[in-house]
């Protein structure tokens, strides 16, 4: 399980304060979107066509420098990397923990699965 990790002072952030309900409803969304399916912050067509994101709540979160417009359509969250753990991480954090697991569980059977 991952998680979309916010700061609990996010609310009244300088980036944030102007934002409306959509817009920040959208940027909460999205985020938790892009942590659950470790996109590393990248928020595809698709995913804005999944969320039903109204273009003008994607363009309030430009503007305010939470998203970054992608060339390819889309947007990516201005310093995912520095606040949420990147897909290579949780990856790498899972396989060793099936490993530990695996590792385990050979102890009572007597021979490691790795």
């Not at 503007?63 to 390819?72: K, S, V």
């Not at 790498?92 to 050979?106: G, L, T, W």
Request: hydrophobic share 35%; glycine share 10%.
């Amino acid at each position: 399980m991952t998680w979309f990790k916010m700061d609990d002072s996010a609310y009244d952030h300088p980036k944030v304060v102007g934002l409306s309900d959509g817009a920040f409803r959208l940027w909460v969304c999205a985020g938790l979107y892009c942590s659950r399916h470790l996109t590393d912050g990248i928020v595809a067509p698709g995913t804005l066509r999944v969320l039903q994101a109204k273009q003008r709540y994607c363009d309030e979160l430009w503007a305010a420098g939470l998203w970054e417009p992608l060339p390819e359509g889309g947007y990516r969250y201005h310093d995912w990397g520095e606040y949420q753990p990147l897909r290579a991480d949780v990856e790498a954090r899972r396989k060793a923990n099936r490993d530990r697991v695996a590792k385990h569980r050979s102890r009572k059977t007597g021979r490691f699965e790795g």
